[in-house]
């Protein structure tokens, strides 16, 4: 099952003259919550309908991002959900809350920034030696050591698990950095204080890690004295879901968001609800049920041609399809991964292929060049795509008014056993 994170994460270029959108860096959030830029003539979307507070409700909001800098607004990010996390020394009260996480359908595990996490957290260890690994996704690698820590999200907490501890300082292995990505890991590079990997999947690698697999999109070293090693490592120690890890509520979760205006809204605040079917603010409700393959993906039909790779991604900045030329609307000039068509376009694509329990869905794609030029505030926006490079990727734009909710795998639900997509 590859790990994505923002399989198309497109950082919006400086328009000349304009302050416009990119993802760069910032020091850590206050303590009293996560940073929002001030609207310049705008209202946050409206969260009406979503879920009030509750033990499993975890607020998320769509905004600049930790890595936003006011003198700086080519640091500005665009329809990135952000949410916090808790970590604390296991069965102790030495705990820290980190801001500025990134929510990942499109990965597992939760991933720190060393730059901003203070806890002296214990090693996670394989035969005696402490293990790191480098986290393959399409646009990078983070790279760090594995400790042991008590993860709380919203309010529940998954007890003496595996997290990443993401490490500019730490000397990488040249196996991580010869697969040609780029190391993603400063606040700078990853544009976020970490990663909050909630996908489909328990464990952030699976069977293909357990032994030393060249292929895998995770690679596990035992570090010694001696220096780093590949290494296998076995389901229970692999870094997983921090809700799967939950005693309660761990089945999947349900991303609720308001639907935005078609010029966009300078933040957006939402929430993800833990479990599905276990408690009353997360029934299910949805009318589509679309089965996941064993990387995560789902078949696509647009213009009635198959993509069986597909996927829903929160860490994913639009709606990535097709390409220019078969579309005709052409690559903006200066926001060149997204499209730039003369007017609004609206499409239509049917998730979960011509089977049962599919659903045909609604889309539009706008100038992002136009939209960023009038509100270059506005940190979300339902209307941006760009060429999918032969997937589909339906990023965070896709659960802009939808409840979705995404089964894990293994794990029954109300509405069958995961891992599903549904909404």
């Not at 975890?58 to 952000?82: C, D, K, M, R, T």
Request: proline share 8%; with cysteine.
């Amino acid at each position: 099952m590859p790990l994505r994170w923002s399989a198309s994460v497109v950082l919006v270029a400086l328009l000349a003259g304009l302050a416009c959108s990119e993802n760069s860096s910032t020091p850590p959030w206050p303590d009293d919550g996560p940073f929002l830029p001030p609207p310049l003539g705008s209202s946050p979307g409206t969260a009406t309908g979503i879920a009030a507070s509750a033990v499993n409700v975890l607020p998320i909001v769509v905004e600049a991002g930790p890595a936003y800098q006011p003198a700086n607004p080519s640091s500005f990010y665009i329809n990135g959900a952000f949410a916090s996390a808790t970590v604390c020394v296991p069965g102790t009260s030495r705990c820290q809350t980190i801001d500025g996480l990134l929510v990942d359908t499109g990965s597992v595990g939760l991933r720190i920034l060393s730059s901003v996490l203070n806890l002296p957290l214990g090693d996670a260890t394989r035969n005696g030696a402490p293990l790191s690994e480098c986290t393959l996704f399409v646009t990078g690698f983070t790279y760090g050591p594995l400790k042991m820590a008590d993860a709380t999200v919203a309010g529940e907490t998954a007890s003496n698990v595996e997290i990443q501890v993401i490490d500019a300082a730490a000397s990488v292995p040249s196996s991580c950095t010869s697969r040609g990505l780029p190391a993603n890991n400063t606040l700078a590079t990853l544009s976020a204080n970490g990663i909050l990997g909630i996908g489909p999947f328990l464990r952030d690698c699976g069977d293909s890690c357990v032994v030393d697999d060249p292929l895998s999109t995770a690679i596990y070293y035992a570090c010694a004295s001696a220096g780093c090693q590949e290494t296998g490592v076995p389901l229970a120690q692999q870094v997983p879901n921090p809700v799967a890890s939950l005693a309660a509520d761990n089945n999947g979760i349900v991303i609720e968001l308001p639907a935005v205006a078609a010029a966009g809204a300078a933040t957006l605040k939402g929430v993800v609800v833990l479990g599905i079917g276990t408690r009353a603010n997360n029934a299910f409700s949805g009318s589509a049920v679309v089965p996941l393959d064993s990387a995560g993906d789902f078949a696509t039909v647009f213009q009635n041609a198959p993509t069986s790779r597909s996927f829903a991604d929160t860490g994913s900045n639009g709606i990535y399809f097709a390409d220019e030329r078969l579309l005709g609307i052409g690559l903006c000039p200066d926001m060149k991964s997204f499209y730039c068509p003369s007017s609004t376009q609206t499409y239509s694509a049917l998730l979960g292929g011509t089977g049962t329990g599919g659903a045909s869905v609604s889309f539009s794609i706008s100038n992002a060049d136009d939209l960023v030029m009038q509100h270059p505030d506005y940190a979300a926006y339902g209307n941006l795509g760009g060429p999918g490079g032969g997937s589909f990727d339906w990023g965070l734009p896709f659960f802009y008014g939808r409840r979705v909710f995404l089964a894990f795998e293994q794990q029954p639900t109300s509405a069958g056993v995961g891992p599903y997509l549904g909404f």
